[in-house]
């Protein structure tokens, strides 16, 4: 069952623009939403994070943004940078009912042009 | 900055076979995860492990895997009798606090079954 949903497989943005990542979820139990990068052959790199009780949340250059009524969360990068160009995987946790188990959607590629 | 180191990198078994995957987290950190990767797949969630034993487990992670923390350092998955569908991307991840879910992950283990 697909929980957490990226329905963009891939992202292309040039360099200096806004990279926007969006994420859907069906489980309102979800109470921690997260963003992971990664790059091939490496583990998932945690990025940024969200609580269910706030709709924004920013770090730098990344900032991510939750519509808890449209069960959508959404990560903004800007300015984008070729070093950003990775997988990004969109991930919710239902807390400690669940053992803290990440649900991940299937992510999307982006990729940031000079 | 610390990491989680998984070995080997590549392990090629036969169907049937058994195999385990090691991992050691980082040193302060008390929960640990096991997930996986199929190819073109979303990262799945397997198992969660905490205070010596399983705290959480999926549907995937049925009695042919087994979880072990040996000592005081690694964090083991045994996969028993592997098969063909078993082939994915294996990664550990570890975190220092119950809220803390922005664990870190390894570089993940890739498992072939031929």
């Known amino acids: 069952d697909q929980q957490v949903k990226q329905n963009s497989p891939s992202l292309s943005v040039q360099e200096g623009r806004i990279s926007i990542l969006n994420c859907d979820y069906t489980n309102s139990m979800f109470d921690y939403f997260l963003w992971y990068k990664k790059y091939p052959a490496e583990g998932p790199t945690f990025l940024i994070s969200i609580s269910s009780i706030k709709d924004k949340n920013e770090d730098g250059r990344f900032t991510v943004f939750l519509n808890k009524s449209a069960k959508h969360l959404s990560l903004h990068i800007v300015p984008s940078q070729p070093g950003d160009s990775a997988v990004y995987f969109c991930a919710a946790s239902g807390g400690p009912n669940s053992g803290y188990a990440l649900n991940f959607g299937k992510g999307t590629s982006l990729l940031v042009t000079p | 900055e610390p990491e989680v180191t998984q070995t080997p990198s590549h392990q090629v078994t036969q169907m049937g076979q058994e195999v385990i995957l090691r991992c050691v987290p980082i040193?302060?950190?008390?929960?640990f995860y096991w997930y996986r990767q199929i190819l073109g797949q979303k990262v799945e969630f397997l198992v969660s492990f905490y205070n010596n034993e399983i705290s959480e487990k999926s549907e995937i992670f049925d009695d042919q895997f087994s979880v072990e923390r040996p000592d005081g350092s690694n964090f083991t998955l045994k996969i028993r009798s592997t098969k063909l569908e078993d082939s994915a991307m294996y990664f550990c991840?570890?975190?220092?606090?119950?809220?803390?879910?922005?664990?870190?992950f390894g570089s993940g283990t890739r498992l072939t079954v031929v």
């Open positions: 991840a570890s975190s220092e606090r119950v809220a803390n879910y922005g664990y870190t």
């Open positions: 040193s302060n950190h008390l929960y």
